[in-house]
C-alpha cells in the first residue's frame, strides 16, 4: 500500500499550489482521506479531511475558504488545491486514510499515512 504526497514546493504569499494524493495497491473509494501538516517544532495537526462519497467535507479554521479538498476515485487520487498561501501555512504536509467514519479531525482515527511534501510560503 502507498499514498504518494507531491506538488508541494515555494510559494510567494498571496499564492497557489495544489496537492496530489496517488493510492496504489488498494481502491482509494474505500476510504475517507485527510490531510494533515506539521511545521517545525510543532505537532501534526489537521487541514481537512473528505469522506469516501465526497459529500462530507471539514476543514481547519485557518484554511477554510482558502484550501479546497478534493477526491477522484477513478484516478484513485485525492487533492488539495491550496490558494491565498500565507507564511504560516509553512509545514510538511500528509495524506492519509481512513475507514471509520468518526472524527475525520483526529490523526488517531487514520488507518495509513503518506510520506508527506513539503511546502514553504515566503512573504
Known amino acids: 500500500v502507498q499514498l504518494q504526497a507531491s506538488g508541494g514546493g515555494l510559494a510567494q504569499a498571496g499564492g497557489s499550489l495544489r496537492l496530489s494524493c496517488a493510492a496504489s495497491?488498494?481502491?482509494?473509494?474505500?476510504?475517507?482521506i485527510g490531510w494533515f501538516r506539521q511545521a517545525p517544532g510543532k505537532e501534526r495537526e489537521f487541514v481537512a479531511a473528505i469522506s469516501r462519497s465526497g459529500i462530507s467535507i471539514y476543514y481547519a479554521d485557518s484554511v477554510k475558504g482558502r484550501y479546497t479538498i478534493s477526491r477522484d476515485n477513478a484516478k484513485n487520487t485525492a487533492y488539495l488545491q491550496m490558494n491565498s498561501l500565507k507564511p504560516e501555512d509553512t509545514a510538511i504536509y500528509y495524506c492519509?486514510?481512513?475507514?471509520?467514519?468518526?472524527?475525520?479531525?483526529?490523526?488517531?482515527?487514520?488507518?495509513?499515512w503518506g510520506q508527506g511534501t513539503e511546502v514553504t510560503v515566503s512573504s
Open positions: 495497491q488498494l481502491h482509494l473509494d474505500d476510504y475517507a
Open positions: 492519509a486514510i481512513r475507514s471509520g467514519v468518526a472524527s475525520p479531525r483526529s490523526t488517531t482515527e487514520y488507518d495509513f
